[in-house]
């Protein structure tokens, strides 16, 4: 174990000189409500972390001894006793643009004095045409219809359902079964947990949606280990798609989905020639091929989206998180126009597509797009990342010798750093850096006994090399 002094990371309403914003009076239950509903008792009480149910968390664990942030500027986020902390991951691979970016900042402002709602179900905004169309100044060539959802769980769904409602509309109403890849990660939505392959994600949510099969995954440390950017072995894998086409016939197969790079369970590079062979063989089996762009897009290799920096162009494509900087919740799919304008033109109900949010192209969520999108460009942000490639890879695996690693990927500005796992106890070294490097002022991502790392495309040179150094210093320090 590491051994360091614990800086005090309690947030402020839980220390002596904290004074609640509102009155104890007004958040304590009045003496009827108390008679009434004694579990509002339990719930008001203002110092407690017991209300809020943390998602993908230890929640336990964590309010024993909680990691707070209290504000963001930049590359840092504060914590609530003022120690900054770089942020190696642009939050959860979101923020791409930096935390609190001024222009995006006032955008939302703006926008939410000027039309705080409007929904998009029979009546428009123009913001939300407007960003429509910006975005499709981004997106490959031909994809350029743009479904808003508000997450990259929900463009998940929506890029589903839109490929089972093209398959009908071209009437190949057979054609419904949907395929993913091992060890992919599309939300946690029922749609994303079918076609995602993590097990524990499943697991004990029923039969999942019907009719999905999946790919093998492609990360393969015996073959591939220490690669820098994309592997030489492995294309061959996407061929797997043929033995699922004799098995099912490509008559009942509707899509195919994958992650171009996949993030969340521990930066998986597509072999060189993989994603290629993944797209003739959909196109040989008339299959629709949807990139999940969620971490990829908007500039985290370099291109605007995975397509550009790969050549290979999907037929949907799901985006979301740095979308509009992750400051309003906001995803979308771009669809080609072929799908779109086949579900226009054969649908036999006015309303072609049975599908939408409360919050689809939410005015604020589409202000701060814009605003974020001038960013990209103000700040040449996609040209920036691709610059600090090489830089970021050369530092990434100088890690090569530090303590514990068994390997080293990246990609564009994504790195990943494999851990030994401890015998017996799986992941929980890999817990015991994140929690280390934290107190040592740096985020990190980690997943399984894998560190992931995404920093936001304007991070500096010398933070890289912070970056690096804390993690050398960190894993040199463990078990
Ligand atoms: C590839 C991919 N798809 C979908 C999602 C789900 O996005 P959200 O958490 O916004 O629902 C994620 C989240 O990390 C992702 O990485």
New binding site residues.
């Given amino acids: 174990m590491l051994s360091h002094t614990k800086p005090d990371h309690r947030p402020a309403f839980l220390t002596a000189a904290y004074t609640p914003r509102r009155s104890t009076a007004t958040l304590l239950p009045t003496a009827s409500s108390q008679t009434n509903n004694r579990i509002m008792t339990q719930t008001l009480r203002p110092n407690s972390l017991d209300a809020f149910w943390m998602p993908f968390t230890p929640n336990k664990a964590f309010k024993a001894d909680p990691r707070m942030v209290v504000r963001a500027d930049g590359m840092f986020y504060f914590t609530s006793d003022g120690r900054p902390i770089l942020d190696g991951t642009s939050g ?2 979101c923020v791409a643009a930096g935390h609190n970016q001024p222009k995006i900042v006032d955008a939302i402002r703006k926008a939410a004095g000027e039309l705080d709602y409007a929904g998009n179900f029979n009546l428009g905004h123009p913001l939300a045409f407007e960003f429509a169309n910006r975005l499709t100044g981004l997106t490959p060539d031909g994809l350029d219809r743009i479904f808003f959802s508000n ?6 769904e929506s890029a589903l359902k839109i490929a089972l409602a093209y398959q009908r509309a071209r009437g190949r109403p057979n054609k419904y079964r949907l395929i993913g890849r091992e060890r ?6 029922f749609g ?1 947990i079918s076609v995602g392959g993590i097990g524990r994600n499943r697991l004990g949510f029923g039969p999942m949606v019907g009719g999905v099969d999946h790919l093998p995954h492609t990360h393969d440390i015996a073959r591939n280990a220490f690669t820098r950017g994309q592997p030489e072995h492995g294309a061959e894998l996407a061929d797997a798609l043929e033995r699922l086409v004799l098995l099912h016939d490509a008559s009942t197969i509707a899509a195919v989905i994958v ?1 171009p790079v ?3 369970t521990g930066v998986l590079v597509p072999p060189k020639g993989y994603l290629q062979r993944l797209r003739e063989l959909c196109t040989k089996h008339d299959i629709l091929l949807i990139f ?5 897009g908007f500039g985290r290799l370099g291109a605007p989206f995975a397509s550009h920096y790969f050549d290979v162009s999907p037929d949907l494509i ?1 985006m ?2 740095a979308i509009n900087n992750a400051t309003v ?1 906001m ?1 979308a799919v771009a669809a080609s126009r072929e799908v779109h304008d086949t579900l226009l033109a054969n649908s036999e109900t006015p309303i072609e597509l049975f599908h939408g949010y409360t919050m689809t192209g939410h005015p604020l969520a589409c202000a701060a797009g814009l605003a974020t999108l001038d960013v990209f460009k103000e700040q040449r942000l996609f040209e920036r990342a691709a610059e600090l490639a090489p830089y970021w890879e050369n530092a990434l695996h100088s890690l090569r010798d530090a303590r514990h690693v068994i390997d080293i990927r990246n990609l564009g500005l994504i790195g990943g750093i494999e851990l030994e796992p401890r015998t017996g106890k799986p992941t929980l070294r890999a817990l015991e850096a994140f929690r280390a490097c934290f107190d040592k002022g740096l985020l990190i991502r980690v997943t399984g006994d894998i560190i992931a790392l995404s920093p936001p495309l304007i991070i500096e040179k010398s933070q890289i090399d912070q970056i690096v150094d804390t993690i050398r210093g960190v894993l040199n320090g463990l078990d």
Avoid at 292 to 296: K, L, P, R, S, W
């Fill in positions: 959860l691979w997450s990259g769980s929900e463009s998940v992919a990660y599309h939300g946690v939505n994303g992650e996949a993030g969340s999940d762009e969620v971490i990829t799901t979301a998180k919740p995803g």
